[in-house]
């Protein structure tokens, strides 16, 4: 094969090559001659066919696409500064007239920067900043429960909620007329600016010094009540264990004295040796080592020793 007979068949596959192209599943096609619009959008997927050269394909995406605003200082309706990071689902509805309006994805995304911010920064000026925060008027949990009355949970007419709502249905009116729609818009992130930051943490800082403060005071009166409970339950064991010794004590003695008593009456001998027994117990109880003892002969001990004598 020769170079003139290459030379045909490669003008008919660069023919070939700009009047086939393929449409995948998840796309979209417009086509422009001169870089206007002819037919309607091709969004059927498979092999199609253009004329070659003269017509150009613009292909835009089927599938849900996002938007990812950047964080922006907002005021509220209480003049309160805050950070708030929004994203958005959107996607093209209309090729043709998204094609008119903003060409491609770029011009898309500018809009969208436009419509989303201004809808999002007047939304946010319209309420407080408890209405942006909270979603719903839910009940206090038990540690927020604790604080005390002087600062409750304020009521909401909207919250985050209905806020987000708006901007959507506002966002969805503006956009109809560009082809595409916004799906969702969600605020991902809100965050005080750093001096109302300040301000909060020092709020949330002296609640909780305060919560703290009452607990402690509750649980040294609840340790001074459990400690005075011992020392009288101690006092009570400590009497109750006394008493029970007397008690204890007073019958040895008694018996003791039954037998001290039995063995008295029981001869002259034992009674006198008892006796004897009984003195000898009563000095030794009344003198030690250093004293001197002066008996007289009527002294009991004087005359166990002279009856000794005399035995």
Known sequence: MNKLTLIPIFLVLIVLANTVYVVQEPQ??????????VGD??????LKIKLPFIQKVHR??????????DPNQLPTRDKRF?????????????????????????GAYTRLDDILDGEIRNAIAKYDVVEVVRTS???????EADIDDETPLVDIESGRTEIRLEVLRNSQ?????????????EIKRINYVAEVQRKVYERMIAERQRIADRFR???QGEAFRIRGEKDRELLRIRSEAYRRAQEIKGAADAEATNIYAAAYDRSADTRAFFEFLKTMESY???????SSLVLSTDADIYRFLKGSDQR
């Open 82 to 106: 805050i950070w708030v990071d929004t994203y958005a689902r959107w996607r093209i509805t209309d090729p043709l007239l998204y094609f008119q309006r903003l060409r491609d994805e770029r």
């Open 137 to 143: 008027n839910r009940e206090a949990q038990q540690a």
């Open 217 to 219: 005071s509750e649980g």
């Open 28 to 37: 979209q096609v417009i086509i422009t001659q001169f870089g206007k619009p």
């Open 284 to 290: 030794k109880q009344i003198m030690d080592d250093e």
């Open 41 to 46: 959008p091709v969004v059927s997927p498979g």
């Open 60 to 69: 835009f995406e089927k599938r849900f696409l996002e938007w990812d605003g």
């Open 173 to 185: 009116a503006r956009t109809i007329d560009l082809g595409i729609e916004i799906l969702d818009v």
